[in-house]
């Protein structure tokens, strides 16, 4: 198994422009989560999907969108990119809530 | 004040130390983690934990539900263990809140 993967690794982004930052898990995961992670500040919650079709907001999903068609893929989109949005992005996933999550190695996102 | 505190926020020890991490929620949970996180970037989860103790290999983690507390131990520390050690409960509602983590460094 792969676990879960992300690209890209690193990207640098301008004020307005858009991108999708993907994850993929090929453990039959129901559950799979996109955090962020600022310096200084614990991991917030942007989006979550408890299955195929199902998705919901977290702490701070303004800015953000998500899509679930199907299990194994939950892509993050950034429609107008904005410098309060630097930060280091990792998506997780879980059989189920409560269980341990496994995290995916991160985007670290910049824009200038 | 964020729901879930830890202390200290940075901690550096000698090799072979015995290392206490310390863990607050003000949030009723149905469940803990401890994480660790690698200069890389990486994150992986060390235990989770509802109640009591669980220990694997030279690491500790305790949970006083009453008091809402859990610490993470170290036990006879090693440069390898130098790393960002996060805290996250699973609160009753099923969100998942993180402390900001504790970095801590090893020396040789």
């Known amino acids: 198994n792969a676990g879960v993967t992300q690209t890209p690794k690193f990207r640098i982004l301008k004020i307005g422009q858009s991108m999708t930052l993907q994850c993929a898990q090929d453990?039959?995961?129901?559950?799979m989560y996109w955090y962020r992670q600022d310096p200084g500040m614990g991991l917030k919650l942007i989006y979550y999907?408890?299955?195929?079709?199902?998705?919901d907001k977290g702490e701070v999903p303004n800015g953000y969108n998500v899509s679930r068609s199907t299990t194994e893929d939950f892509p993050l989109r950034l429609e107008l990119a904005a410098p309060s949005q630097t930060s280091v992005y990792f998506c997780?996933?879980?059989?189920?809530?409560?269980?341990?999550?496994?995290f995916g190695p991160g985007t670290r996102l910049t824009v200038l | 004040k964020n729901e879930v505190e830890q202390s200290p926020q940075n901690l550096t020890a000698q090799e072979g130390e015995f290392i206490t991490i310390n863990c607050s929620y003000s949030?009723?949970?149905?469940?803990l983690h401890w994480l660790q996180q690698h200069p890389g970037g990486g994150i992986v989860s060390l235990f989770m934990?509802?109640?009591g103790k669980k220990k694997h290999g030279r690491l500790i983690a305790t949970i006083n539900i009453q008091e809402k507390h859990s610490s993470l131990h170290i036990t006879a520390s090693h440069p390898r263990d130098s790393a960002v050690y996060i805290c996250?409960?699973?609160?009753?509602?099923?969100?998942?809140?993180f402390g900001a983590g504790t970095r801590l460094t090893v020396k040789p």
């Open positions: 453990m039959n995961h129901n559950y």
């Open positions: 997780a996933s879980s059989y189920a809530s409560g269980t341990s999550p496994l």
């Open positions: 949030v009723g949970i149905s469940a």
């Open positions: 999907s408890v299955g195929a079709g199902i998705t």
């Open positions: 934990l509802s109640s």
């Open positions: 996250a409960v699973i609160s009753n509602n099923n969100d998942m809140r």
